[in-house]
Structure formats: C-alpha cells, structure tokens
C-alpha cells in the first residue's frame, strides 16, 4: 500500500493564543538547521523504520507539509524538503501534494515555487472571515487578504483548495460565524474543515479560560453550547452549498477530500519528519498488527537527536483503532469488513456499546454499517472511550 509523507515545519509569523500545536515563532537563522536535520531524517528513512520494527514502504501517494506555517521557509528551503522526499521515495505522478498556507505568505514568487515543488493542494488558515476576531487571536490577515490569495492561486493554477474555520474564537456570535460560513462557501473552494475551540493548558487561551481570565479576550469567547450550535450550523450550510461532511471535521465537494489525512482514519501507513511528526506503519514481526513512533515535541530535542517514541500497536489494539477512527467518517464502520479483518468473535465485542449509543441517538445503524449521528459528532470522544472500555473489560 502507497504511502503518506507528512512533514513538520514548527515555524509561524506569529503564535496564535488558541494554538495548542509544536509551533512557535523563531529567529530564522534556525531554519536552515531544521531544514538540513529534516532531510537527513528523510535520507535515513529505510533505517529508522527498520529500528522502530515497521514495513518499509518505497512508494508514495500523498505528501503533507503541516505547521506552523510552512510557506515562512524560503522557496529554496522547501525544494531541498521536496528533494529529498522525492530521492528517497518514489511519488507517483497522481500523488496529492499538500501545503499548509497562513493568509498572506502566498506571494507570487511563495507561489511560483510551490508549483515547481509540486504543490498540488493548498490548505488556508484561515480561522475566520470577520476581521476582529482573527485580529483577537493573532492572525495576521484580513478577510480581503484570503480572498487575494485564493485568487493567486487560481491564477497560477491551483485550485484544490481547503479553508480552516474555527468555531468558539473570542468575540464570535451566531450572526458572526454564519458571516463566515457564506464568505467560504462564496469562494467556492471545493474543501472545508471546521474545528472547535479546545480548552486545554497547551494554549495561552486555553489556560486563561481555565483559570477564568480575561486576558486574550478569552471573556468574550462564546460558551460550549453556542459553539456546538456553530458546528451544527456549519454541517447545515457548507451540505446546502454541495461541500458535504465525510469526516467529523472535514467538508469537500465531490472529489476532493483530502486522501492524505484519510490515510489517518483508514488506518493506512504514513511517515512522520520533523519536530512533534507521528507516523504509523504495517508491523514487521510476528504478533503485532503495526507500530506507532513520533519524534520529540519541541524543536531544541529534535534538532538535538532525541530518541523517537515507540509503540507496539497489538491486534487488540488496531481493533479498537478501526472502530474510533473509522467512527470519524461519515460513511462510520462496515462491520463485515471488521469481522474479515479481526474475526466475528471480536467484534461481537463492541455489539453491547453499539446497541447502547444506538439507542442514546448518538449512532445509526444502517444494515451491517454503523456510524455517528449529528448529535454523536458532538460528543464524540465519549464515544470513542466508550468503545476503548467495552473492549478492555471484554478482552
């Protein structure tokens, strides 16, 4: 099965106060030390897996460079990242090539190198198309700034193009967030991924929230109920205008979902460089389903050499993964293909917990496929930890 490379560039223009990511801002006279510790990764690849006890996979079909911002490194800067990728690996014509873009790196030159890359996807930070609230959480652009590049692009021929939304930012309302949802839809670009707002200590706004603050303009951050309700309205108008929901977070036209991160929710190999990179591939001994490794999470032990972080993914294990991962789709899990896969005993398992959400409006069942409700998506990770525990107490 082909591969997903994905690449980390930890770099940004500014630190967003809702970002919980390994990114930050740096002097860029570091760049050019990540750059060439990065391609030594890549030119190691076949040892590293080796060591971590995973299959080798030579042929590739998607590329994904994820940030931070990986468009602050120079043209030249990701040519050597594409380079290298592509000596050691062999990347079909087709792949899909992905870039991660904060509005307003795209210059023309930005541009004209990313094509000779081979940039066939761009991905847009966007956040939000109400120009107070990007400016609240650290966004650079402005509204009018998006639609520029997104003009650039076509331009110049690209027109695979995704926009992150984020429900919950500081000062959004109902009117606010529905502003954006047309904004987005009115670009007509084929792919849209909405995120909620997560409150947790890995983000400046995240502990101010917690610890009931105000800086950050974390009091006029909407509360939980209204950001659901945002979610909702998003699944509602993004389906009306043909960009439909396949993922909990994820909306495309047809065609044009995104195949690198389905790799993710599939279960199929991918390959993790740079700093806070996770990769999974197929086990090579006997006994385990595949491993797990990712490499240190912030930048001063990845470019010091850090050991990467292994886990032994068991067949009991990868059953779980199937089922919560697979539960992110909209098309949920086929059953059949469980059984085929882990055998009817093991999946007889989750039969109670699925009967159980079924009847709590949190899953449909539909023949021999299961899959989230609406209301499900919401609260999903209790679903998740819910299938996580049946299996454990049945194992």
Known sequence: MALGVYISVP????????CNFASDVFSKTVFETYVARVRADVERS????????GKFEHEVDSIYLGGGTPTVLDSVQLARIFDAVRE??????EAEVTVECAPGTLTPGTVEGLLRCGVNRVSLGVQSFVDVEAAAVGRLHRHQTVLDDIARLRAAGTTNINIDLLAGLPHQTAESWEASLVEAAATGVPHVSVYMLEVD??????????AGGTRYHAHFVPDDESTADFYLAACEKLES???AQYEISN???DRFQSRHNLKYWKRQPYLGFGVDAHSMLMSAASGADAVRFSTADSLEKYVSGAPLLQTVVSRHAALEESFFLGLRLTAGVDLRDMSRGFGEKAVELFQGTISEFVDGGLIDRCGDSVCLTSRGRLLSNEVFQSFISSADVSA
């Open 201 to 210: 200590e890995d983000s400046r706004l995240g502990r101010e929230l917690i």
């Open 46 to 53: 076949r040892q590293i897996v080796a060591q971590m006890g």
């Open 11 to 18: 770099f940004c223009r500014t630190k967003c106060s809702y």
């Open 241 to 243: 205008v043909g960009i």
């Open 251 to 253: 909306f495309a036209r």
């Open 88 to 93: 050691q690996f062999a990347v079909r014509a």
